[in-house]
C-alpha cells in the first residue's frame, strides 16, 4: 500500500500541497481527482521522487519510500515524453533496462506489451511516424515494461477516442487486478465512477474526500428516487420529506435524507408505477460539493479509513 | 566493494551513455558530417601540396649559354629541394613567348640577363646568380691552374635554412602554426560537441523525456551519461578525422608537415576530454533552465564569453609565452584546455605545470559537477521562461 501521509510542497508563494494525505491500495484502481492547479500533478511527482516535499511523508508498504521501491513504480506523465526519432522497441527496451530489467528480459517485455497493445508491426517504427493514439500506447507500455508493483498514471484518458478509452480501462482494470496499485487522475467524472474502487478528491492541495468509491456514495446524506407513473404525477410532488428536483411530464426525480425509507415514502403513491430508481448521488455531485465547500476538509469514510 | 545502489547508478549511467552513441553514432547526420570531416581534413593536407608547382624551377636559356650553367644550377637547385626542368630556345623571341605562356618561370638571356613575365622570384635569382657565378669561377679556376676537384671542394653549395623569430624568443614560425590550428581544433571541437550536449538537454526537456528518465534515475545520472555518450561519440569522430588528417600527410610524405611528439598529442587529447567535461556539464545545466533552444543560447552567453576568453589568451600568449598572465590563464579551467594546448604544441610545458593545470581542472570539475546537478535536477521540471539560477542553487529538490 502506497500513503501519503500529511504532504506539503510550497513554490515560492503557491501552495501546491497543504498536508496532502490519502492512500493507494494494492490490487484496487483509484481514482484522482480535483480542479486544474489542485496539486494532482505535484501529489504524483512526489509518490515517484520527482519532487522532494516540504513536509509530510511518503511510505510504501509502511515504511518510508526509498529510491529502490520507486524503481518498482510506473509512471505515465501528464506530458508525454519519449524520443521523437527513436525507434519504438529501442526506446521501450531503454526504458524497462533503466528500470533494472537485463537486456533481454527488457527485449522480451517490450515485445510482449507491444503484442498485447496491437503495435507489434510497429516495432521497428520510429515514434513519431506512428499516430497520436498509438504514441499514447507506446506511452503506457513505457510505464508498464517492468512490471511495476504501484502504477501511476497522470490523464491517461485526455486524447483518447472512444474506442481507445474502452481500451485502456480494460487494461487498467487487467492491471489492477493482478495484484498492482493504480492510481490515476482524470477530469472525466464518469470514467471514475464506472471504473474506480476508490476515490480521492483534492482541491487546493488539500484531499477533501477520500475512500472506497461505493461507501463514499452510501455515506451521502441524500438519495434520489426517480419515479415514472402512468398517470397522474402530481401526487407526487407533494410528498413529505422529499424535495422535487425534476418533474418531467409522468416522470418525477425528489432528492430525499438518507434516513427516509423509500418503502414507507411511496406507501400510498399507487400500483401504477412504470419505472423506479432509488440511489445515491453520482460522483459529479459529490466532487462539487466537495471541493465547493469554503473551508475543505477531508471527510474519512467509515469501513474504509486506515 | 560497490553498494548495490551504486552499482546500479553506474548501470544506469552507462545505458543512457550507450544509448547516445547508438543513436547518435548510428544517425545519418553524424555519418554524413565524420566523412565531411575527413575528406575536409584530406583536403586541407593534400590541397596545397597538389597546388604548390614551386618545386620544380622551369628555366629557359636563350643564346650563348657558358658550358657547364645547367649543371651547375642544378645542383643549386637541389640545394634547395627544388627539381629543374631546363628548356633551350633558338631565339629570344622564343624563349620570351614562353615566359609569357607560363611554360617556363624565367629566361636567362645569354647567361647574364633573366626575364620574368610579371615578377621576380628572389630565390630562383639567388639560384641563377650562385649557378652563373660558379660557372665563371670555374672558368677563372681553370686558366689560373687549379684542379677540377680542388676547385669542387671549394664549391659545394651550403643549405640554409631560415627561422623567422617573431618578437618572442624560442616560438618558431612551424610550431606557432600548429599551435594555432591546434587551438582552433580544440576551440571548434569543444564548442561543437559540448553544443550536442546543450541540444541534447534542451530537447530532452522540451519532449518531457525528462520527466520520464527522472521517474528512474536521479538527474546526476542522467547528466553523467549524456556528458559520456556524447563525449565518447565526439571522440571516435575526432580520432576517424585525425588518423585520416596523418596518413595523408604520411602518404604524400609532407616533408612541410611538422612533426608532433607523442606526449604532446596524448596531453592534447587529455585537454580535449577536460574541456568538453567542463564545457558539456556547464552548458548541460544551463540548458536544463531553458524550454527552448533559443533561450538556452542565450543561456550560454556568459560561457561562451569565458570560450572567448581563452582565444584573446592565446593571442597573449603568443607574444609573452613566460608571463604570469599566460600561465595563469593555463591553469584557469575555463581557459586551460585552449590556451595550454596552445603553450603546449609551442613550448615545451614543464611537466609540473600540466600537473597543477590538470589538478585545477579536476577540482574544479568536482565542484562544478554537484552545483550543476543540483541546478539540472531543479530545473528539468520546471517549463516555461528561464529558471533562475538563484532559486536552483537554494532549492533542496
Known amino acids: 500500500m502506497l500513503e501519503l501521509i500529511g504532504v506539503s510542497k510550497r513554490y515560492g508563494e503557491v501552495e501546491a500541497l497543504a498536508g496532502c494525505t490519502f492512500q493507494v491500495r494494492p490490487g484496487r484502481l483509484t481514482g484522482f481527482v480535483g480542479p486544474n492547479g489542485a496539486g494532482k500533478t505535484t501529489a504524483m511527482r512526489a509518490v515517484l521522487g520527482l519532487v522532494t516535499p516540504d513536509e509530510g511523508d511518503v511510505r510504501w508498504r509502511g515504511h518510508p519510500v526509498t529510491p529502490t521501491d520507486r524503481r518498482r513504480?510506473?509512471?505515465?506523465?501528464?506530458?508525454?515524453?519519449?524520443?521523437?526519432?527513436?525507434?519504438?522497441?529501442?526506446?521501450?527496451?531503454?526504458?524497462?533496462?533503466?528500470?533494472?530489467?537485463?537486456?533481454?528480459?527488457?527485449?522480451?517485455?517490450?515485445?510482449?506489451?507491444?503484442?498485447?497493445?496491437?503495435?507489434?508491426?510497429?516495432?521497428?517504427?520510429?515514434?513519431?511516424?506512428?499516430?497520436?493514439?498509438?504514441?499514447?500506447?507506446?506511452?503506457?507500455?513505457?510505464?508498464?515494461?517492468?512490471?511495476?508493483?504501484?502504477?501511476?498514471?497522470?490523464?491517461?484518458?485526455?486524447?483518447?477516442?472512444?474506442?481507445?478509452?474502452?481500451?485502456?480501462?480494460?487494461?487498467?482494470?487487467?492491471?489492477?487486478?493482478?495484484?498492482?496499485?493504480?492510481?490515476?487522475?482524470?477530469?472525466?467524472?464518469?470514467?471514475?465512477?464506472?471504473?474506480?474502487?476508490?476515490?480521492?478528491?483534492?482541491?487546493?492541495?488539500r484531499v477533501v474526500l477520500t475512500g472506497d468509491l461505493d461507501a463514499i456514495r452510501d455515506a451521502a446524506p441524500v438519495r434520489y428516487l426517480e419515479i415514472t407513473v402512468a398517470r397522474d404525477p402530481e401526487r407526487l410532488l407533494h410528498l413529505t420529506d422529499a424535495t422535487v428536483v425534476v418533474h418531467d411530464g409522468n416522470r418525477v426525480r425528489l432528492r430525499v435524507a438518507r434516513?427516509?425509507?423509500?418503502?414507507?415514502?411511496?406507501?400510498?403513491?399507487?400500483?401504477?408505477?412504470?419505472?423506479?430508481?432509488?440511489?445515491?448521488?453520482?460522483?459529479?455531485?459529490?466532487?462539487?460539493?466537495?471541493?465547493?465547500?469554503?473551508?475543505?476538509?477531508?471527510?474519512?469514510?467509515?469501513?474504509?479509513?486506515? | 566493494m560497490l553498494r548495490a545502489e551504486d552499482r546500479e547508478g553506474w548501470r544506469r549511467t552507462w545505458i543512457v551513455a550507450l544509448r547516445e552513441i547508438c543513436e547518435r553514432g548510428g544517425s545519418r547526420a553524424y555519418r554524413i558530417s565524420t566523412v565531411l570531416g575527413v575528406i575536409l581534413v584530406v583536403a586541407i593536407v593534400l590541397v596545397p601540396s597538389l597546388l604548390d608547382k614551386s618545386t620544380t624551377y622551369r628555366v629557359g636559356m636563350s643564346g650563348a649559354v657558358p658550358g657547364g650553367t645547367v649543371t651547375a644550377l642544378a645542383e643549386q637547385a637541389r640545394a634547395v629541394n627544388h627539381?629543374?626542368?631546363?628548356?633551350?630556345?633558338?631565339?629570344?623571341?622564343?624563349?620570351?613567348?614562353?615566359?609569357?605562356?607560363?611554360?617556363?618561370?624565367?629566361?636567362?638571356?645569354?647567361?647574364?640577363?633573366?626575364?620574368?613575365?610579371?615578377k621576380s622570384d628572389s630565390t630562383l635569382t639567388a639560384a641563377i646568380a650562385n649557378a652563373v657565378q660558379v660557372v665563371h669561377i670555374r672558368d677563372q679556376a681553370d686558366r689560373l691552374g687549379i684542379s677540377s676537384d680542388k676547385l669542387a671542394q671549394l664549391l659545394v653549395p651550403v643549405s640554409l635554412t631560415s627561422r623567422t623569430l617573431g618578437a618572442a624568443h624560442t616560438a618558431d614560425k612551424d610550431a606557432n602554426t600548429v599551435g594555432f590550428v591546434a587551438v582552433g581544433l580544440m576551440y571548434l571541437a569543444i564548442s561543437f560537441?559540448?553544443?550536442?550536449?546543450?541540444?541534447?538537454?534542451?530537447?530532452?526537456?522540451?519532449?518531457?523525456?525528462?520527466?520520464?528518465?527522472?521517474?528512474?534515475?536521479?538527474?546526476?545520472?542522467?547528466?553523467?551519461?549524456?556528458?559520456?555518450?556524447?563525449?565518447?561519440?565526439?571522440?571516435?569522430?575526432?580520432?576517424?578525422?585525425?588518423?585520416?588528417?596523418?596518413?595523408?600527410?604520411?602518404?604524400?610524405?609532407?616533408?612541410?608537415?611538422?612533426?608532433?611528439?607523442?606526449?604532446?598529442?596524448?596531453?592534447?587529447?587529455?585537454?580535449?576530454?577536460?574541456?568538453?567535461?567542463?564545457?558539456?556539464?556547464?552548458?548541460?545545466?544551463?540548458?536544463?533552465?531553458?524550454?527552448?533552444?533559443?533561450?538556452?543560447?542565450?543561456?550560454?552567453?556568459?560561457?561562451?564569453?569565458?570560450?572567448?576568453?581563452?582565444?584573446?589568451?592565446?593571442?597573449?600568449?603568443?607574444?609573452?609565452?613566460?608571463?604570469?598572465?599566460?600561465?595563469?590563464?593555463?591553469?584557469?579551467?575555463?581557459?586551460?584546455?585552449?590556451?595550454?594546448?596552445?603553450r603546449l604544441a609551442v613550448h615545451a610545458v614543464p611537466g609540473w605545470q600540466m600537473m597543477t593545470a590538470a589538478t585545477c581542472m579536476v577540482i574544479a570539475m568536482w565542484g562544478l559537477i554537484r552545483l550543476a546537478g543540483r541546478i539540472y535536477s531543479g530545473a528539468l521540471l520546471r517549463f516555461g521562461g528561464r529558471v533562475p539560477l538563484r532559486d536552483l542553487v537554494r532549492t533542496r529538490e
Open chain 2, 83 to 118: 627539381d629543374l626542368e631546363v628548356t633551350h630556345y633558338p631565339s629570344v623571341a622564343d624563349g620570351e613567348r614562353a615566359v609569357r605562356d607560363k611554360k617556363i618561370d624565367v629566361l636567362l638571356v645569354d647567361g647574364t640577363r633573366l626575364e620574368w613575365r610579371t
Open chain 2, 193 to 342: 560537441y559540448a553544443g550536442s550536449v546543450l541540444t541534447g538537454v534542451v530537447q530532452e526537456k522540451a519532449n518531457r523525456v525528462a520527466e520520464v528518465l527522472l521517474a528512474r534515475m536521479p538527474a546526476r545520472e542522467i547528466l553523467a551519461g549524456k556528458v559520456v555518450g556524447i563525449g565518447v561519440v565526439g571522440l571516435i569522430q575526432l580520432a576517424a578525422i585525425g588518423v585520416a588528417a596523418v596518413t595523408t600527410a604520411a602518404f604524400i610524405g609532407g616533408a612541410d608537415a611538422p612533426s608532433i611528439s607523442g606526449d604532446v598529442l596524448a596531453w592534447t587529447c587529455l585537454w580535449f576530454v577536460l574541456g568538453y567535461l567542463f564545457y558539456s556539464v556547464l552548458y548541460a545545466a544551463l540548458g536544463a533552465t531553458t524550454s527552448r533552444i533559443e533561450d538556452a543560447q542565450a543561456a550560454i552567453t556568459p560561457i561562451t564569453g569565458l570560450m572567448l576568453l581563452s582565444y584573446f589568451g592565446v593571442i597573449y600568449a603568443e607574444e609573452n609565452p613566460d608571463a604570469v598572465v599566460t600561465i595563469l590563464l593555463s591553469y584557469f579551467p575555463p581557459t586551460a584546455p585552449v590556451v595550454m594546448t596552445y
Open chain 1, 259 to 306: 434516513t427516509v425509507d423509500p418503502v414507507t415514502l411511496l406507501a400510498g403513491v399507487g400500483g401504477d408505477v412504470v419505472r423506479l430508481a432509488y440511489e445515491p448521488p453520482a460522483l459529479s455531485e459529490l466532487f462539487h460539493a466537495a471541493v465547493a465547500g469554503p473551508v475543505p476538509t477531508t471527510r474519512e469514510v467509515s469501513g474504509v479509513a486506515r
Open chain 1, 73 to 205: 513504480f510506473g509512471y505515465m506523465p501528464e506530458e508525454r515524453g519519449l524520443y521523437p526519432r527513436m525507434r519504438v522497441l529501442d526506446q521501450l527496451v531503454f526504458l524497462g533496462r533503466l528500470s533494472g530489467l537485463s537486456a533481454a528480459a527488457a527485449a522480451r517485455e517490450a515485445t510482449r506489451w507491444l503484442d498485447a497493445l496491437g503495435l507489434a508491426d510497429r516495432a521497428s517504427s520510429r515514434l513519431d511516424d506512428l499516430s497520436h493514439g498509438n504514441q499514447q500506447r507506446v506511452q503506457l507500455a513505457a510505464a508498464l515494461v517492468h512490471a511495476p508493483d504501484l502504477l501511476v498514471l497522470d490523464e491517461p484518458f485526455s486524447g483518447l477516442d472512444p474506442l481507445a478509452m474502452d481500451a485502456m480501462s480494460g487494461l487498467l482494470g487487467d492491471i489492477a487486478h493482478g495484484g498492482a496499485g493504480v492510481l490515476f487522475s482524470s477530469h472525466q467524472l464518469d470514467i471514475i465512477e464506472h471504473l474506480c474502487e476508490d476515490l480521492v478528491v483534492i482541491d487546493s492541495g
